[in-house]
């Protein structure tokens, strides 16, 4: 691919995980403050899943955007505490991986056994983002939560429109 057009791909990826962002807040600002909810022994709780689902996308654009991936676990106490922490922190990586050189997107980055382009750690981002979030929407019900609107309204946002 060639520098002119990655830059292409990357901004039409950027602007869907922007656009992905007021979906992703939304499900993080319905987790309850006791999120230990868990399907099963093998699931993450619920706090573990609005942990992974802010870090990780942290984790990924910063990854893009310096070369490599480092990680350092944030330690929240709370699912708002998740939820700050993303809002402060997505918004000013997308606009600095906007003002990425294009050459940037197209080399080789390194996260453990993975290598790709930076271009397919956007991709990877935003796929693991809206995966995780899909998830984590299902355990809002069992939490005692609503559902919020996704791609249109759920289940619970009609009951409360027409209530």
Not at 73 to 95: C, H, M, Q, R, S
Request: glycine share 8%; charged share 20%.
């Amino acid at each position: 691919m060639t520098e002119d057009s990655a830059k292409i791909v990357a901004d039409y990826l950027l602007d869907q995980t922007e656009h992905e962002m007021a979906a992703t807040c939304r499900v993080l600002s319905a987790v309850p403050a006791d999120a230990t909810y868990k399907p099963s022994e093998k699931c993450m709780s619920g706090m573990e899943l609005a942990t992974h689902i802010a870090a990780s996308e942290v984790f990924f654009l910063n990854g893009v955007t310096n070369g490599k991936f480092e990680w350092t676990p944030p330690d929240f106490k709370t699912p708002a505490d998740a939820l700050a922490y993303y809002e402060k922190n997505v918004p000013g990586l997308i606009a600095g991986l906007r003002a990425l050189p294009a050459g940037n997107l197209t080399r080789i980055l390194n996260m453990g056994p993975m290598s790709m382009s930076g271009l397919d750690f956007l991709t990877l981002n935003l796929k693991h983002s809206v995966h995780h979030r899909g998830q984590l929407s299902v355990y809002l019900r069992p939490m005692g939560s609503k559902v919020p609107n996704i791609y249109g309204p759920s289940g619970d946002a009609e009951k409360q429109a027409t209530a």
